[in-house]
């Protein structure tokens, strides 16, 4: 199978870096997608491992192995929670961190 990818500014102009790095990353992205619904074996493996580190919050870790670890990095610098074990979706919501520390409480 092939899949190809499509910039930002597709058909509107021509596309300069970042908007090739953004069209390949959402490509890979979607062939990721369609080998765990194809259910080939060893598709899920990056993603379980990368539930594992969300759940020890190794944000370096995970940035690292991001598909796309410079936006990733951006995001996380950009939106970085004031407590800085929870993930800067969640906040002090976090799942992780209350289970932590309930069970830290017991």
Known sequence: DYL???T????LGLPDEDDVRRGVVASRIAA?????ARGL??????????????KRRDWEAMI???????????????????????CTMCGEFCTYH???KEEAEQ
């Open 41 to 54: 074996p060893g598709a899920r493996d990056w993603d379980d491992d990368f539930s594992r580190k969300r």
């Open 64 to 86: 690292k192995e991001c598909m796309d670890p410079v936006e990733a990095q951006n995001v996380r610098q950009q939106t970085h929670s004031n407590l800085p074990d929870v």
């Open 4 to 6: 190809c990818y499509v």
């Open 32 to 36: 990721h997608a369609a080998d765990i």
């Open 98 to 100: 209350i289970t932590e």
């Open 8 to 11: 930002p500014s597709e058909h």
